[in-house]
């Protein structure tokens, strides 16, 4: 039996291809009773059934074979906790052909978000509990004994025997229903062929919403007693999401209905189980009273996403998950297609670079990994659920469909849909249904961007007008790398109307500007003109320009020449070559300044986001300069916090509603009195009624940063208020608003109290992370609290994603060698697997953080710069 441990996949000896799985939850003892029966293929003769279970004790097992109705009982059934595998030995070989195999046992209703778990709730003021269930990447067999692999697909019939009272949901529709007095036995009719990750079940106290598409199916949000009108924007985005991708797919969705739930305890933002769909409450429902524009944002986004999995994920499914980013890439990048369909007033488009952005911060690092990555072990699965299987992968797609072209990439992708339908398929499979619908080379083309760890730099140089080109490795360390990519280049010459594009496959090339623009020099002297690679940021790689035409472009962008993708492509880019000391922050504060009277959101977003990390580099490096920089920022931000002001206009956009809120929390975090005290009046004006026009959802968030600005151990009453507004609201984006500001007071006293509240029954485990988002003065306090409840956090988060968020968010921000060393030892004798890469990233940040602080100490020209800029009158 041993030589099944430490195998990272099951033995290919039976092939399921159906199972029948009856469950009977005990909500109140929270435990559950099971039995399932496996239709198998044997295909190989053996003694031996091995497949997952994990954390079930097993009553009774038995295998009948058809062909002989021979019953046979294994003579050894053992469980490897350690593999989650069950190992099922027979006293003689179990006959090849077709057979069942039958378990009875049982499991716990478990409180880890994982497997089938318990979610607590409230109704009529009684606090209840739901069954939920929640299997990727691995954890279906927490509920029923399967071959809990992505590749081993099967049909499935579900029987749950629930309290009548209940609404008990599946993947399918109801098949039938049986009430003997307090139970009632729901059977669900069979389910296509599918992947056990994608089995769903809920049983608990819902209302819901309905609707149905042009062809007739059936769509419900459903969510907790009394909140169904929140359901409603959620529903029609669905509605029209699904009629979007059944054109775009040219496949129709497949199921007779789709039923979307929220979950009060999830622990990832929502999960794609075919038919029956599950969210956090944030990410489903939307209150026109009380959500922000970037809520409902939010709702559509993550709507738009799930239901792509429908097609890329469910129908046609990863073979294992080396390839996740199949699925969560393309579904994040169709999901922006959706949302423009649906909102084209929304631009999301532009606000795609903060995915692409994000995906470059975290492949910037020597410790990040391939887009395809190799997995072992169902352990190793949750660390790659990151930004680069879901926003780099999304943006490798990105630049491909713009390479390729939107109708041969649409058109071929509608073909590999159509080719792997009910089947699993490779990488390989996708770059060779696009190479042969496009006639380009996309497999040799993408391997490059998929084999590999990282992304390019691209830097280029006038010379005697030609333009030189060449490619290295981009490492925020400042490093050398090695990597060597095919990067499909595109730029523009002083127009966007003179461009030009070519791949560049060696590690240099030049350009001859007079040669390619002709007699277009004479009309508009384009080569003495600004030159922008990576048109509107399509491609995944940052670009260094040289000093004369890093200088037009500064000049380009102050006489707005430039779409906002790309003034946002050359601040991102610069700010990135700052942090690894390629270009000077006196450079990057400079070219900042041009920004002055930007009004594009997402470009003004990301000018938010480069301050603040500014903001603590300069407090570590130049602390007598910090007052310098707060007023620099406020300068750069007063154009957009005039123009927006704090009540929002009739007839605004979406996009100005989101900024003003952001803008407000920059000016509070920078210290801009005007601001505090303005959010002190409101904040006021709502602790005495909740329905103030005074602070519309927009600005709460800020409101409440601001409120805690000036908070602090021995000035409670704005944090007391806060606390109050949280336990009175049952709106999960309220709270979440609230746990997200309590950490931002620079009083680290009192931020070690609102860190001990995130450990409290007040606040579900899910939410906790939010509350990590700690000012600049709360580090060390933050790091001491993480250290002495190490071991409590473990328990509660066990291996899943969430707990590597309390070691990023807790170490990342530091910026010293000597704290790089500290947490290397703590984690020496804490070591867990579940976080070993999240780990390494975060002391690789604060390594370049610390390099970065030392490189700004030095530079000379920093002071008279933001001195200047600080008090510049524009």
Not at 15 to 26: A, C, F, G, Q, T
Not at 76 to 100: A, N, Q, S, T, Y
Not at 579 to 588: D, G, N, P, V
Not at 731 to 741: A, D, F, N, P
Request: proline letters at 4%; hydrophobic letters at 40%; charged letters at 25%.
């Amino acid at each position: 039996m041993d030589q099944f441990k430490g195998q990272p996949r099951l033995p290919k000896f039976a092939v399921p291809k159906r199972y029948e799985i009856r469950l009977k939850p005990d909500l109140v003892a929270c435990r559950f009773a099971g039995s399932v029966a496996v239709y198998l293929d044997i295909v190989a003769a053996t003694n031996f059934i091995v497949l997952n279970a994990a954390e079930l004790s097993v009553d009774a097992v038995s295998f009948t074979s058809q062909g002989s109705s021979k019953v046979l009982n294994p003579s050894r059934v053992e469980l490897f906790e350690d593999d989650d595998i069950l190992v099922l030995e027979f006293p003689e070989k179990v006959p090849i052909g077709l057979g069942v195999l039958a378990i009875e046992y049982e499991g716990i209703l478990n409180d880890r978000m994982k497997g089938f778990y318990r979610s607590t709730y409230e109704h009529n003021g009684e606090k209840k509990n739901m069954a939920v269930t929640q299997f990727e990447p691995a954890d279906a067999r927490r509920c029923f004994p399967c071959w809990d692999e992505p590749a081993c697909k099967a049909t499935f019939k579900i029987t749950l025997d629930v309290p009548s009272e209940l609404i008990a949901l599946s993947n399918m529709p109801v098949a039938e229903e049986k009430n003997d007095g307090n139970l009632k036995t729901v059977s669900y009719q069979e389910s296509p062929i599918m992947s056990t990750y994608l089995v769903a079940v809920v049983v608990g106290l819902f209302d819901y919403v309905e609707d149905h598409t042009s062809d007739g199916v059936k769509v419900r949000v459903y969510c907790q007693i009394g909140k169904e009108n929140q359901g409603k924007f959620a529903l029609d985005v669905a509605v029209g999401t699904l009629e979007l991708y059944k054109s775009y797919f040219a496949t129709p969705y497949p199921l007779p209905k789709l039923d979307m739930i929220a979950i009060p305890d999830f622990a990832a933002g929502a999960m794609e189980n075919y038919g029956l769909v599950t969210y956090r409450e944030t990410a489903l429902l939307y209150d026109d009273q009380h959500s922000a524009a970037a809520n409902k944002q939010r709702v559509a986004t993550v709507v738009a996403h799930e239901l792509a999995h429908q097609w890329f994920g469910n129908l046609v499914t990863m073979e294992w998950w080396t390839h996740l980013w199949l699925n969560e890439g393309f579904a994040t990048w169709v999901s922006y297609l959706a949302a423009d369909g649906l909102f084209p007033e929304w631009k999301i488009w532009s606000q795609f670079l903060d995915e692409s952005t994000e995906g470059l911060r975290l492949d910037g690092l020597a410790e990040s990994h391939p887009i395809e990555v190799e997995v072992n072990h169902a352990r190793e699965i949750d660390e790659i659920f990151d930004a680069i299987s879901y926003r780099k992968g999304a943006s490798v797609i990105r630049m491909l469909q713009s390479y390729l072209g939107a109708e041969p990439f649409q058109r071929s992708l509608a073909s590999y849909i159509k080719k792997y339908a009910w089947s699993n398929a490779k990488t390989e499979d996708l770059w060779a249904a696009l190479e042969e619908g496009s006639g380009e080379p996309v497999n040799k083309l993408m391997t490059s961007w998929t084999k590999q760890k990282g992304y390019p730099v691209v830097s280029v140089k006038v010379n005697d007008q030609k333009l030189e080109f060449t490619q290295s490795q981009f490492l925020s360390s400042g490093a050398q790398g090695e990597g060597h990519w095919i990067v499909p280049i595109t730029l523009c010459f002083g127009s966007y109307d003179v461009s030009k594009n070519f791949l560049l496959e060696t590690k240099s090339e030049t350009l001859d500007v007079k040669e390619f623009l002709g007699s277009r020099i004479a009309e508009d002297k384009s080569v003495n003109s600004w030159v922008k690679l990576n048109v509107e940021q399509a491609g995944f790689y940052r670009v260094k320009y040289d000093e004369l035409l890093a200088a037009r472009l500064r000049h380009a962008i102050e006489k707005q020449l430039l779409s906002a993708s790309d003034r946002y492509g050359i601040l991102d880019d610069l700010y990135a070559l700052c942090m690894a000391r390629q270009e000077s922050l006196t450079s990057l504060i400079n070219l900042m300044g041009a920004y002055r009277e930007e009004v594009d959101y997402t470009v003004v977003s990301n000018l938010i986001t480069i301050s603040h990390k500014i903001e603590r580099i300069a407090a570590d490096a130049v602390p007598d300069l910090l007052d310098y920089f707060k007023q620099f920022f406020i300068n750069l931000f007063q154009y957009s916090a005039e123009r927006l002001g704090w009540e929002p206009k009739p007839g605004e956009s979406h996009l100005d509603a989101m900024l003003r809120g952001e803008i407000l929390t920059a000016l509070a975090v920078f210290g801009h009195d005007l601001t505090l005290d303005e959010a002190s009046k409101r904040f006021q004006a709502f602790v005495g009624d909740r329905n103030t026009p005074l602070l519309p959802p927009d600005i709460r968030k800020a409101t409440y940063v601001a409120v805690m600005q000036r908070a602090s151990k021995s000035n409670q009453v704005g944090y007391e208020s806060l606390l109050k507004v949280y336990r009175e609201t049952d709106l999960s984006q309220e709270k979440t608003r609230i746990l997200g500001s309590l950490a931002s007071s620079p009083d680290p006293d009192l931020i070690l109290e609102a860190l001990n509240f995130m450990l409290s029954p007040e606040v579900r485990s899910q939410d906790a992370v939010f509350g990590l988002a700690v000012s600049r003065e709360g580090r060390d306090v933050a790091w001491a609290w993480l250290k002495e409840n190490w071991e409590r956090i473990v328990k509660t988060y066990g291996s899943g994603f969430l707990l590597s968020r309390f070691v990023s968010s807790v170490v990342s921000p530091f910026a010293s060698f000597e704290k790089a060393k500290e947490v290397e030892e703590f984690f020496a004798s804490h070591a867990n697997p579940a976080i070993a890469r999240t780990l390494k990233q975060s002391l690789e940040r604060v390594n370049i953080n610390a390099n970065w602080v030392q490189s700004v100490r030095n530079e000379n020209t920093l002071a008279d710069a933001v001195k200047e800029l600080a008090y510049r009158k524009y």
